[in-house]
């Protein structure tokens, strides 16, 4: 959603004209919409349509809800809103901005694991808003069409566990969790990573595994900027735990894996090798899960009900509300990730102090294709608190450039140097909360 910031400053001029009697001032109120939805800060956004919701177009006030309930991953609620909002949106004439909203409706679609509609909402975008794409969304959507067509008689994903379960995590070489998972009476060891947007399996995994591969070579974007080719698996009936152990175990069915050749999941320059991943789709599905420092995944079986949000999505990605100073960030969550690291975005806005105290290094990062290296600083210490839960963190590294990052939306990405500092993390997807005791 590059273009939103026009796309929305167009949608208020459509709307204010005909609201000149209102007691506030509608453009400056519809231009703060559209600056905070341009930087992500849908707490905000949601709050400000909350109380203003009464004295606001309807049509305005559908379209950021959906923005809204996409981020709180409310998918149907997001939907909903959609519809809504083109119900009532016929007299404009603004391809560019229906094109955006159809794309949050194909997003909405995808985690609703309704693969067959969120194909045909690609289509359809690709039929009728395609002079208003550019050049990377067309790329993209026929990249991502070609994986909703693969997959639109998979059935949907379906997460089963009757009671609370808590399973024993273990720690690779490059100390990240990893959760046993077994498929077809085989047993492997995947890394547990809320950062990664799909699971991920190597091909000689799969094929051990037994798993059926749908062989249609789509382009995944690397962390080295590359593009690196993938197939398709979709594993019927998939097992997280150990049997033989606590014998408390999730039951999982139509679980969707990338399927990477082991060579993009092989780190040789240090002796490491990713055999699977278990990705966001399946750790959002659990709802609520519990990670202590013992290494215990925890996962009830009826969530709590928590409060105030202080995390949304951001597509995949679960971005969490964080505190420096008197400043609020946002930080992508990645339990993948062993150290927490500061984008772009953070040096930019605190370049000075950036380059004051930090020491100007060359940085790498690993993902699928390999190993990057970019330009940026590391600062000797940084504390940062998420909710009341406060951390002073050494050595933090400081991206320059967009290379390598994950997201360059967002300030930083927390990692497990933050995570470990409290006996537990607790976060509730289906509340939008994250917690550190």
């Known amino acids: 959603m590059k273009n939103l910031f026009a796309i929305l400053l167009c949608l208020l001029c459509f709307f204010s004209e005909a609201q000149k009697s209102r007691p506030?001032?509608?453009?400056?109120?519809?231009?703060?919409?559209?600056?905070l939805a341009q930087k992500k800060d849908f707490f905000e956004v949601k709050e400000l349509l909350t109380a203003n919701k009464t004295r606001i177009d309807k049509e305005v006030y559908f379209y950021y809800w959906s923005l809204v309930e996409n981020a709180f991953s409310n998918f149907k609620e997001s939907n909903e809103a959609i519809e809504d909002f083109l119900e009532g949106a016929g007299a404009m004439n603004n391809d560019s901005l229906f094109k955006e909203i159809l794309m949050v409706k194909q997003l909405n679609l995808v985690n609703l694991f309704e693969y067959k509609d969120a194909y045909l909402t690609n289509q359809y975008i690709l039929d009728n808003f395609s002079h208003v794409c550019t050049k990377e969304e067309m790329a993209d959507l026929s990249n991502t069409g070609?994986?909703?067509k693969a997959l639109e008689n998979s059935g949907k994903q379906h997460i089963n566990h009757s009671a609370d379960v808590k399973i024993q995590l273990s720690r690779d070489n490059a100390k990240l969790a990893n959760v046993p998972v077994i498929v077809s009476g085989k047993t492997k060891n995947f890394v547990f990573d809320t950062g990664a947007n799909f699971s991920v399996i190597q091909r000689s995994v799969a094929l051990e595994m037994g798993c059926e591969i749908i062989p249609i070579q789509f382009d995944v974007s690397a962390i080295t900027g590359a593009k690196v080719k993938s197939d398709l698996a979709v594993v019927k009936e998939l097992t997280i735990g150990d049997p033989g152990g606590s014998g408390q175990v999730v039951k999982c069915e139509n679980v969707v894996f990338l399927v990477f050749d082991d060579k993009d999941l092989t780190f040789s320059e240090v002796n490491y090798s990713i055999q699977g991943i278990i990705g966001f789709p399946v750790i959002r599905n659990l709802e609520e899960i519990h990670i202590t420092k013992e290494d215990e995944l925890i996962i009830p079986k009826n969530p709590e009900v928590y409060g105030k949000s202080n995390m949304i999505l951001n597509g995949f990605v679960p971005v969490v509300q964080v505190i420096q100073d008197s400043d609020t960030l946002q930080?992508?969550?990645?339990?993948g990730a062993a150290q927490t690291s500061l984008n772009s975005a953070y040096y930019?806005?605190?370049?000075k102090r950036v380059e004051k105290k930090g020491k100007k290094q060359t940085l790498?990062?690993?993902?699928?294709?390999?190993?990057?290296?970019?330009?940026?600083y590391v600062l000797p210490k940084v504390t940062i608190s998420v909710g009341l839960s406060e951390v002073t963190l050494h050595d933090i590294q400081v991206r320059k450039d967009h290379v390598g990052e994950v997201s360059a939306d967002f300030d930083g990405n927390l990692g497990q140097d933050f995570i470990k500092q409290f006996d537990e993390m607790i976060i509730s997807f289906k509340y939008s909360n994250i917690l550190f005791k």
């Open 24 to 35: 506030f001032d509608e453009d400056k109120f519809y231009l703060e919409l559209s600056l």
């Open 146 to 148: 070609s994986i909703w």
């Open 331 to 335: 930080f992508s969550f990645d339990t």
């Open 348 to 351: 930019w806005k605190y370049k």
């Open 364 to 376: 790498k990062s690993g993902g699928a294709g390999g190993m990057v290296e970019y330009e940026g």
